[in-house]
């Protein structure tokens, strides 16, 4: 069964950084190009960074230049280094393969916290 797990979130003030990971299992991970999405409630779900098989990179405008992704296939997991955040940050974040969000077949987790305040 496919699964996705997200964790790192937590609370940080404006300006200050945290790390998310999110770890995969029942797929074979390598095959996939993996994004992060974030929602708040009420509002909707926002892409906002995803990594290529092979390592390329993609940035929402909201957050190009302060977040930075990557992954190790050796552990099934993607990594979002998120730097010099702001309170418009404050979601939650979940991860999945991207194709199985474009193809609205995506089995979303609980996601990770991140709350951004003074």
């Known amino acids: 069964q496919v699964q996705f797990v997200e964790s790192g979130g937590g609370l940080v003030q404006p300006g200050g950084s945290l790390r998310l990971s999110c770890t995969a299992s029942?797929?074979?991970?390598?095959?996939?190009?993996i994004a992060w999405y974030r929602q708040v409630p009420g509002m909707q779900r926002e892409w906002v960074t995803d990594i290529s098989r092979r390592g390329t990179t993609y940035y929402s405008e909201s957050v190009r230049g302060r977040f930075s992704i990557s992954r190790d296939n050796t552990k099934n997991t993607v990594y979002l280094q998120m730097n010099n955040l702001k309170p418009e940050d404050t979601a939650v974040y979940y991860c999945?393969?991207?194709?199985?969000?474009?193809?609205?077949?995506?089995?979303w987790g609980q996601g990770t916290q991140v709350t951004v305040s003074s």
């Open positions: 029942g797929i074979i991970f390598s095959n996939y190009r």
């Open positions: 999945n393969p991207k194709e199985y969000v474009t193809n609205n077949r995506a089995s």
